[in-house]
């Protein structure tokens, strides 16, 4: 092989390789995957409705798998009342005074990435509505029908 060839080679291997680097530089800017991946986006974990609360979750510590083990929710929860700031019994009275009625089970949880409590409320109509509150202030952020109808009080 002359010297003409194999520069020619190499200068095929060096566009090919950078074609390639920049197509992967876009498909990650752009949050696509190439078929196959099991990539994920911030946009893919986003839980619906989408609101911003006070207090920022810890990251998840699912494992590998994607499941939760009871110690694994157990060692969640704990971290979370550490943050939390507003008792259930303040998030109990802001959900009630949204949605009148009776408050029934009150959760603490990671909802987009806050922390905030999940207060599920019997209306007088005999309709459940899940109210979500800022477990740093007790704002509503939230309020999510039993049927899926959501609405947000942003």
Known sequence: ???????????GALVTGLALG????AMAANGTAPSGSEATTTEDQQQEPSYT???TAPQDTES???????DDEAAEAKALESLATVSPQDATSAALAAVPGTAGAV?????NGYVVYSVEVTGDDGTT???KVDAG???????EADND?????D
């Open 53 to 55: 609360g006070s207090v």
């Open 22 to 25: 920049g197509t992967g530089i």
């Open 64 to 70: 590998a798998d994607g499941t939760e083990t009871k």
């Open 149 to 153: 109808q959501e609405t947000n009080d």
């Open 107 to 111: 959760e603490l949880d990671n909802e």
């Open 129 to 131: 509505i899940e109210v």
């Open 1 to 11: 092989m002359n010297v003409t060839t194999k520069r020619t080679v190499a200068v």
């Open 137 to 143: 202030n007790a704002t509503v952020l939230a309020q």
